[in-house]
């Protein structure tokens, strides 16, 4: 089975700040590969997914992601973080086979961005 | 086009007792998921509904089961209550038979087991 880690647990930025989340993922197959958003008191949100072709990806709101397979990587990125963009981010893989094929979620990065 | 429900917003049980816990998928959708999310982690897989039939399962005991119905809604019932199910269960709609594997989540259902 796939498993997703995310490294900052918790992360704080000013306004305007650049913004990289990193996530990586062990599995050996075909991924999808996904970044959801929970913002305060909302449900999960899908921000952007990839599936194939260009690993470079781009989302709602100015989020991107690239997809980098030699690193079993799909870090987030935004070149410039506002105040509403504080939530909890939460990188998902989904394998291709058997019980990989089920979503499977890293533990979340809480966002703050200070005004 | 209306999203995901669930059903209710809050609950708090007694350990031991069981609960169940309801979802209607999004218009259109004919596959359901549902997830544990513990406090201060991300959504674990319990399992998944495709026409009426469970379609995988995660690493859950068998007191945790649930049902589909043929309008696509579904429950997710729970057993012999214990402290630890005390989490957020996140609901979650997708179309299978159109080939995306977006998954539309619900608000979720807050239980507290005590």
């Known amino acids: 089975a796939q498993s997703v880690s995310q490294h900052n647990h918790h992360v704080i930025l000013s306004e305007a700040a650049s913004l990289e989340l990193g996530c990586n993922y062990s599995?050996?197959?075909?991924?999808?590969l996904f970044w959801y958003v929970q913002y305060p008191g909302q449900h999960l949100q899908l921000l952007l997914k990839?599936?194939?072709?260009?690993?470079l990806v781009k989302g709602i709101k100015g989020f991107e992601a690239e997809f980098i397979k030699s690193k079993f990587s799909f870090n987030l990125r935004k070149p410039s973080v506002q105040w509403s963009d504080t939530a909890e981010y939460f990188c998902?893989?989904?394998?291709?086979?058997?019980?990989?094929?089920?979503?499977?979620f890293g533990s979340g990065t809480q966002l703050t961005v200070l005004p | 086009e209306t999203g995901v429900t669930q059903s209710p917003t809050h609950l708090i049980k007694t350990r031991g007792q069981q609960v169940t816990l309801r979802c209607s998928s999004q218009?259109?959708?004919?596959?359901v998921s549902w997830y544990q999310q513990a406090l201060g982690q991300g959504p674990q897989f319990i399992f998944q509904?495709?026409?009426?039939?469970?379609?995988g399962r995660g690493n859950f005991p068998p007191r945790f089961s649930g049902l589909q119905f043929p309008n696509y809604s579904s429950e997710l019932n729970v057993n012999a209550l214990e402290l630890d199910d005390s989490a957020l269960y996140l609901c979650?709609?997708?179309?299978?038979?159109?080939?995306?594997?977006?998954?539309?989540f619900g608000p979720g259902t807050r239980l507290t087991v005590t």
């Open positions: 979650a709609s997708s179309s299978r038979d159109r080939g995306s594997y977006e998954q539309y």
């Open positions: 599995y050996g197959g075909t991924v999808n």
């Open positions: 990839y599936f194939s072709g260009d690993p």
């Open positions: 998902a893989v989904r394998g291709s086979s058997g019980s990989a094929r089920q979503l499977t």
């Open positions: 218009s259109g959708h004919n596959t």
């Open positions: 509904y495709y026409r009426e039939e469970e379609n």
